[in-house]
Nanobody
Framework: VQLQASGGGLVQPGGSLRLTCATS????????TGWFRQAPGKEREGVSC????????FYADSVKGRFTITRDNAKKTVYLQMDSLKPEDTGVYYC?????????????????WGRGTQVTVSS
């Protein structure tokens, strides 16, 4: 399984970005795709997660009401719509996948990782 994150960039506070996580290769029947971020000097944070079958979803409290995760199973792609962005959302965003029927918040449990995409929220 290979993952590729894209869609990052520089945006002003209050702005929006949509991240894309494209999956290729042979994917498990049941898996969860998660978005994680890491800011300089800070630990990695789980942002959101979605399962491929029943669409179970998790959001970190810090992004609830502002971020929306969706999936397109036909394209094996997961999206993260980020609205009302704040400077504290700045960081490198990674997508990852793990064989699971439920959402997984712990990044250490993920088996497959893509390269990150930089998100910078600044005026």
């Amino acid at each position: 399984v290979q993952l590729q994150a894209s869609g990052g960039g520089l945006v002003q506070p209050g702005g929006s970005l949509r991240l894309t996580c494209a999956t290729s290769g042979v994917t498990p029947d049941h898996y969860a795709t998660g978005w994680f971020r890491q800011a300089p000097g800070k630990e990695r944070e789980g942002v959101s997660c979605i399962t491929n079958d029943d669409g179970m979803i998790f959001y970190a409290d810090s992004v609830k009401g502002r971020f929306t995760i969706t999936r397109d199973n036909a394209k094996k792609t997961v999206y993260l719509q980020m609205d009302s962005l704040k400077p504290e959302d700045t960081g490198v965003y990674y997508c990852a996948a793990v064989r699971s029927k439920i959402v997984i918040v712990n990044g250490d449990m993920y088996e497959y990782w893509g390269r990150g995409t930089q998100v910078t929220v600044s005026s």
